[in-house]
């Protein structure tokens, strides 16, 4: 009794946080809640601060959708994290991803062919890179198909230089 009555006070702040004068909301009521989406992006930042991230890349990258972006994601995450300090998977992290030399991050066990190659990573490279892992970079252990929708690419490589260049 005494966890729902927290529970309920808590929530009754969070609406009072949002509009202080919405009713508050019923069960029955099948209406849609629009600020969902927007209270689970503001847990990492602000929508401003990813319009602007997003505004400040190159063509087409500046027009991506970023939440589309975040659920291409979700096919790299069970092997990549992607904050800062992040530990490594089964992939490693790619925090500061974008610049960096292929097969650089510490304590991370590559493959030869990754080893053996030689380039910086850039949008192009990623492009390319998650088309086809295995036709770009033969001989890689990612064991991944590949992201073949290029609409999907451009959202994902648009998600990744937002997120993994932030600083938290
Ligand atoms: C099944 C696990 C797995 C999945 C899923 C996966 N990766 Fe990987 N990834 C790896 C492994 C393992 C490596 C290292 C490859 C090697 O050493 O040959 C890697 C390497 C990378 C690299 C090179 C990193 C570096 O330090 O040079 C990038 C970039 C990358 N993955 C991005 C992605 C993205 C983006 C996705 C989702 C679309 C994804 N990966 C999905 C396992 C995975």
């Not at 966890?3 to 004068?21: D, N, V, W």
């Not at 319009?51 to 500046?62: K, T």
């Not at 530990?87 to 062919?113: C, T």
Request: with cysteine; aromatic share 8%.
């Amino acid at each position: 009794m005494r966890r729902l009555l927290t529970a309920t006070a808590l929530l009754a702040l969070a609406a009072c946080g949002q509009q202080p004068s919405a009713p508050a909301p019923t069960t029955e009521a099948p209406t849609p809640a629009p600020a969902t989406t927007a209270a689970a992006t503001t847990e990492q930042r602000s929508a401003e601060d990813i319009a602007e991230a997003l505004a400040s890349l190159p063509a087409p990258y500046n027009a991506a959708d970023y939440e589309a972006g975040r659920r291409v994601f979700a096919q790299c995450r069970s092997c990549h994290t992607i904050e800062a300090g992040g530990p490594n998977r089964v992939g490693p992290n790619l925090h500061g991803l974008f610049g960096r030399d292929i097969g650089s991050v510490a304590g991370f066990n590559y493959s030869q062919a990754v080893q053996d190659a030689n380039f910086t990573w850039d949008a192009s490279h990623l492009n390319d890179w998650l088309s086809n892992p295995q036709t770009f970079l033969p001989g890689n252990r990612m064991a991944f198909a590949g992201v073949r929708d290029e609409t999907q690419r451009r959202d994902l490589i648009a998600y990744l230089k937002v997120e993994t260049s932030a600083d938290e």
